[in-house]
């Protein structure tokens, strides 16, 4: 039963790379730019490093968006090493390249780790793009690369769901 679980998960990700194959990188700049964050209000720890925002936030960097209630970015030598973001249904987006199809999710918890370019989705999260979709517990999305992977690896008891709508007829 393992085994053909661990196929499944493999085909589903290989039929993803095809389907996505020619959208896989994301804009250049957007690791380059800063990350602007807007909020109702904000407070910084200078002990601890944190800094916390809550109110309708909104953080962009480059193409990316992230809305939430509540964000709390960790600094390490002054600079962001974690962003954790959280709210009723925390949400982004992100334009993969020029011309292509948003990357869009949502999940309770979202974290994001912008030396690494990780965007990692937990507690009911989904991930779409065009006419597919993922949905895990658990969901990591690499931002310059637009590679998503689902699912935990260490749980056999979470599933993963995946969508794909045939393309419309023109």
């Known amino acids: 039963m393992k085994k053909n679980k ?10 993803f790379l095809l389907l996505y194959g020619s959208q896989l990188f994301a804009l250049e700049s957007d690791a380059e730019q800063p990350i ?7 407070t ?11 109110g309708n ?8 968006r992230v809305n939430s209630d509540k964000l709390v970015v960790h600094f390490k030598d002054g ?29 309770f ?13 937990i507690n009911n999260a989904t991930v779409w793009q065009g006419s597919g979709a993922y949905s895990s517990d658990y969901i990591e999305y690499d931002i310059k ?6 699912g935990e690896k260490a749980s056999d008891s979470k599933r993963v769901h995946v969508i794909i709508k045939p393309k419309a007829k023109q």
């Open 36 to 42: 602007v964050i807007d909020s109702d209000t904000a």
């Open 57 to 64: 936030v909104i953080s962009v960097q480059g193409s990316i």
């Open 6 to 15: 661990k196929c499944l998960v493999l085909c589903i990700y290989s039929l």
């Open 109 to 121: 918890t979202g974290e994001f780790y912008p030396k690494r370019n990780l965007l990692v989705l």
């Open 79 to 107: 600079e962001a090493e974690k962003l954790v973001f959280t709210g009723k249904m925390a949400k982004f987006k992100q334009t993969p390249s020029e011309g292509a199809e948003d990357i869009t999710g949502e999940a």
């Open 44 to 54: 910084y720890d200078d002990a601890t490093q944190l800094s916390t925002y809550t």
């Open 145 to 150: 690369t637009s590679l998503v992977k689902a």
